[in-house]
């Protein structure tokens, strides 16, 4: 939670390494299925922001909770995007039970002049299930 409503961090928030923030959700459009939230990546040498806009969220909670359902690991890599894919994730699982996330925060269409990537890194299970439940609570908070 911050001071204007709900939000999700992701990543650690220490000195050095990347964290990102997930907050200021609205729905655009009314009782439109549009629901548009802003990502921010910061860190010491990075901050930037961009809307993401999806359609009821584009199933970004479900896509995490799958994740943590084969926490015994996969092969090769999922992906994830957003409506107009101003947010994908690349999820891949490692040796020791460990799940690599790579954000991509990319500029709007049609423009797309930069692309930002950060990796996280989360225990399978558990941790990727708290991920999930978070991002879904964020994405269905009541919207004023």
Request: charged share 25%; proline share 5%.
């Amino acid at each position: 939670m911050t001071e204007d409503g709900p939000a999700v961090r992701v990543g650690d928030t220490g000195p050095r390494p990347v964290h990102l923030l997930f907050s200021e959700l609205a729905r655009p459009f009314g009782d439109d299925p549009t629901l548009d939230f802003v990502v921010k990546a910061r860190g010491q040498w990075v901050s930037i922001e961009t809307l993401v806009r999806t359609w009821d969220g584009d199933g970004l909670d479900t896509f995490l909770s799958s994740l943590a359902e084969d926490f015994r690991g996969w092969e090769g890599a999922h992906a994830w995007s957003s409506l107009e894919r101003d947010l994908t994730i690349s999820a891949e699982h490692h040796s020791g039970g460990y799940v690599h996330l790579t954000w991509g925060i990319h500029d709007r269409p049609p423009s797309e002049k930069w692309h930002f990537e950060t990796t996280t890194v989360h225990a399978a299970g558990e941790e990727m299930r708290n991920l999930a439940a978070e991002l879904h609570t964020f994405l269905t908070s009541t919207v004023d």
